[in-house]
């Protein structure tokens, strides 16, 4: 199961935040939406189909609040961390690249 979590904004809308698997690695994926199921539902329809929250054990953190706002397409996504915490210094992609990655690995 993914890992994730949301946090609601002052004016109503949400960010949610997952760690999904990818390959051997993972990535975490910051959707924002005007609820959480519409963000889920946004993932959903890019194929990303048996996406699930539940529970609220890693939200995103501010600086990842500030990324997915500052993006035009409101959903973004980087290397997840470590288990161990340790964080690879990555730039925040747009979802159509890890999309397009999955096409060119299948």
């Not at 993972?26 to 996406?51: D, F, K, M, S, Y």
């Not at 990842?64 to 973004?76: K, N, S, Y």
Request: a positive charge; proline letters at 8%.
């Amino acid at each position: 199961m993914a890992a994730g979590g949301f946090c609601r904004l002052p004016n109503g809308t949400v960010v949610v935040a997952l760690n999904l698997p990818y390959g051997s690695a993972a990535v975490r994926v910051l959707v924002h939406a005007q609820n959480r199921a519409r963000a889920l539902t946004r993932l959903r329809n890019l194929g990303l189909r048996a996406i699930y929250l539940r529970g609220n054990a890693a939200p995103p953190t501010p600086d990842e609040v500030t990324a997915v706002l500052h993006h035009p397409d409101g959903l973004i996504w980087r290397t997840a961390p470590a288990d161990n915490g340790v964080m690879v210094n990555e730039l925040w992609h747009p979802i159509r690249t890890l999309l397009r990655r999955s096409a060119v690995v299948q």
